[in-house]
């Protein structure tokens, strides 16, 4: 390897990891904790069959699923201002992922609840318990485990899918990348260094699935 | 205590129930007797509100309410008084046997933890898992399961607790475990109404025998008169049917 393109590497190699640690790993993990959260109650309502309400769900989870990412970040950036809502691009960014992936995670949850036998609801009701107090006690613990891999799959694309913010302006790794191949000619280096650190990222966090996983399936067998 | 008058429940076209009257006294054990498809699980889901009943009226204590029109509220004050025992046990699969107890003490009644889990342990002693308190539900047979899915029932000192056919999905080996816990319930006093198979247990157990045919209740009687003099050609096959030395016994 000539000894330009090894020092490129090199230099720029902090120039991105630190973008990613101040950025992208926070945006993705903000925005994947509200989407949970987004998730949680769009899934709850429509097990709950509250009328209305659970219509409303199917409605988001069907406009957000059904648009591209891009385009519903375009929207809230660029799109809202004209009519007079002008949202930072940072928390631009973080509200357009968390309700792209609150659409996704609430489809998981809801299979997931949907997994558990309906008897032990029924027993729930019968010891005298509400709604809620099932879901807490007695369905959600079950459910999240089912829903648990399928979660961790939003979360790894989430990593990848938050480089989008680097298109509203905000300096996440990727656009770092940009900047930096722009101004040395080296797009192939500078796109290939980026997607290695994306790649370490997610290798970490499939590395914290598994033992996640593990210490899921000791209990309660 | 409970009177439950003219209940009527469809599925689609399928009339299941065609006005039931159905009447439990305090301490009374009622056993309910009918062949499969008769609506005995279907009546008991109507008067514990699983099922939406499509007429009827109930009188359970100082509770009076129409079971169309009740409240979620209502209900919620009714099973706070009932227990049932599911033919499949439905412990709740993420808790050991003494949180399965203890939950419907602690979240839907408040009552301290401490004081439930000592209420919890005296109850699964009374049904013979008190050394299987840490157990999850996975780890316990069917019959151990049912059992504590009895203690959960009771431990709330409930007015009535429903029983559907809480052995039919239990090994015979393990059928008598279950029935020797719920002799022990009606000895105490305890009220229960109990759909079963079991024709020798009802015969022993039961103060009053109610047979359903059909959708509705075709003959009840003392548990003695009902086994040793059916009234109708429609009970007496069904006992020659489901005993085979039935004849043997009269
Ligand atoms: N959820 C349901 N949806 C549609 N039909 C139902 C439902 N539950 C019960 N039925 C029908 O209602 C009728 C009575 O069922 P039910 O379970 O009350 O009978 P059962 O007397 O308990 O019978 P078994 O002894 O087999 O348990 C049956 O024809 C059954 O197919
Ligand atoms: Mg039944």
């Not at chain 1, 000894?3 to 950025?23: A, T, W």
């Not at chain 1, 997994?115 to 609801?121: E, L």
């Not at chain 1, 318990?129 to 399928?150: D, E, G, T």
């Not at chain 1, 192939?188 to 966090?205: G, H, K, S």
Request: charged letters at 20%; hydrophobic letters at 45%; aromatic letters at 8%.
């Amino acid at each position: 390897m000539d000894g330009r393109i090894f020092n490129l590497l090199v230099e720029s190699f902090p120039k991105m990891l630190v973008p990613c640690l101040k950025m992208t790993i926070p945006l993705t993990l903000i925005s994947f904790g509200c989407s949970l959260v987004i998730a949680l109650v769009l899934a709850l309502v429509q097990v709950a069959e509250i009328p209305g309400l659970k219509q409303l769900a199917r409605l988001y989870i069907w406009i957000f699923r059904g648009t591209p990412q891009i385009v519903q970040l375009y929207i809230i950036f660029y799109g809202l201002p004209s009519i007079g809502v002008m949202i930072d691009a940072l928390p631009a960014s973080i509200i357009a992922l968390s309700l792209n992936a609150g659409a996704y995670n609430a489809e998981t949850l809801r299979a997931s609840i949907q997994a558990i036998p309906k008897g032990q609801t029924e027993a729930g009701y019968l010891t005298g318990l509400n709604f809620l107090q099932i879901m807490r006690k007695i369905v959600l613990p079950q459910a999240s485990r089912i829903a648990f891999p399928q979660l961790f799959n939003s979360l790894i694309s989430l990593v990848k899918t938050s480089s989008l913010a680097s298109s509203v302006t905000v300096i996440e790794m990727f656009s770092v990348a940009k900047k930096i191949a722009g101004i040395t000619f080296e797009p192939f280096i500078l796109y290939c260094e980026a997607a290695v650190i994306y790649l370490m990222v997610c290798t970490i966090l499939t590395l914290v699935q598994d033992v996640c996983e593990k210490r899921l399936n000791i209990a309660w067998s | 205590m409970i009177r439950v008058k003219n209940l009527h429940k469809s599925f689609g076209s399928n009339e299941v129930l065609k006005g039931i009257d159905f009447e439990v006294d305090n301490g009374e054990v009622i056993a309910v007797l009918g062949s499969s498809g008769s609506g005995k699980t279907t009546m008991l889901r109507c008067m514990s509100f699983l099922e939406k009943a499509d007429q009827g009226e109930i009188t359970f204590d100082e509770f009076h309410h129409d079971m169309v029109t009740i409240s979620r509220r209502d209900i919620h004050k009714m099973r706070m008084h009932m227990g049932f025992v599911f033919q499949s046990f439905n412990l709740f699969a993420n808790q050991t046997a003494l949180e399965n107890v203890t939950t419907g003490l602690t979240v839907a009644r408040k009552i301290p933890k401490p004081q439930a889990q000592e209420t919890a342990h005296e109850m699964l002693k009374k049904v013979g898992m008190e050394d299987r308190a840490l157990y999850y539900p996975a780890q316990l047979s069917g019959g151990q399961q049912q059992r504590v899915a009895i203690a959960r029932a009771i431990a709330a000192n409930p007015r009535v607790v429903f029983f559907d056919e809480p052995t039919s999905a239990l090994d015979p080996e393990l059928t008598g475990e279950v029935l020797d816990v719920m002799k022990k319930l009606a000895d105490e006093g305890t009220t229960m109404v109990i759909v079963t198979h079991e024709m020798q247990f009802a015969r022993d157990v039961a103060d009053k025998v109610v047979f359903m045919d059909g959708g509705s209740i075709i003959e009840q009687n003392g548990a003695k008169e009902f086994f040793e003099s059916p009234q109708q050609e429609r009970t007496l096959q069904f006992l020659r049917r489901s005993s085979k030395d039935y004849n043997y016994y009269i």
